[in-house]
């Protein structure tokens, strides 16, 4: 099927190549603005701008911009508040920027011709080991020593304990890589699928006569997958921003009991 | 056996990860579905444990998706 579609020119890879724009070394580095730059870039301003503006009347009654923004906000505090409780929210803003940021770059991912930032997982990854090395700093700061008591459950039976010590390190450590791959995977695995379904239908058309009457099915198809697209993308920022939410309060509360 | 074939076929294997992810996204929403006609009135509340059980799941179907790719084009 794949070799059948390169020959036709489509390749459902292709949208995840990275193409530099200006070109930039320094030594040995490659700091060249590339597309993958550009639409983090447009991200940034895009959501800065949305965010600005749609604060600037604070109107008591709020316009339809206005109400966005708050609903955004709203629905992040009362996330942060549920999971870490209200000292949480002294971390809100970094939470709020990491959903928003991430938020943009998968929904501007589903503009067709774009690039999908999140869909590289160094970017992904680079973004987990803020929230990582962050909730390190956070727990040794608050807990001293202490923090190191999140890897011993309470209520473990004692000959049990060496077991579940080593479980649970190795699931801590492993939060960065699962958080950033569950990120990384959907927005791969979704805007493959789309490409592939879509070179089908194309394909389908393209056979004409009884085939092109065939390809309305997967066009119908291929219309509902891209919604489901859409809140994944919405989806998947919100769960980034929720398991960020949970290892924050490891870290602030050892063995998660803030009630 | 050839390294290429070889490669194929674990690539087909990790696929199976699937088998988990529909397993999962299944109960889920199975049970999302019974508790919410038995006690109606808390299902709303619901709804965005029901969204991130299912994200959750899902993601864990697509590291095999990752798995396959790894065998595919870095190994």
Known sequence: MRFEMLASGIDPMHQFKIETLVPLHVGTLDLSFTNSSLWMAIAVIGASLFLTLAMG?????????????????????????????????????????????????NVLGMIPGSFTVTSHIIVTFALAMMVFIGVLLIGFARHGIGFLGLFVPAGVPVFLLPLIVVIEIISFLSRPISLSVRLFANMLAGHTMLKVFGGFVVM????????SVVG?????????????????????????????????????HLHGDHH | MEAEAAKFIGAGLACFALLGAGVGIGNIFGNYLAGALRNPGAAASQSGNLLLGFALCEATGLFGLVVALIMLFAL
Not at chain 1, 204 to 211: K, S, T, W
């Open chain 1, 216 to 252: 309305i099915a997967p066009l119908l198809a291929i219309t509902a997958v891209t919604a489901l697209e859409f809140l994944i993308a919405f989806l998947q920022a919100y769960v980034f921003a929720v398991l960020t939410c949970i290892y924050l309060n490891d870290a602030i």
């Open chain 1, 204 to 211: 389908l058309f393209g056979a004409g006569g009884a085939l």
């Open chain 1, 57 to 105: 009347g604070r109107r008591m009654v709020p316009s339809r911009m206005q109400s966005l923004a708050e609903l955004s906000y709203e629905f992040i505090a009362g996330m942060v508040r549920s999971t870490i409780g209200t000292e949480g929210m002294q971390y809100f803003p970094f939470v709020f920027t990491l959903f928003i940021f991430v938020l943009f770059c």
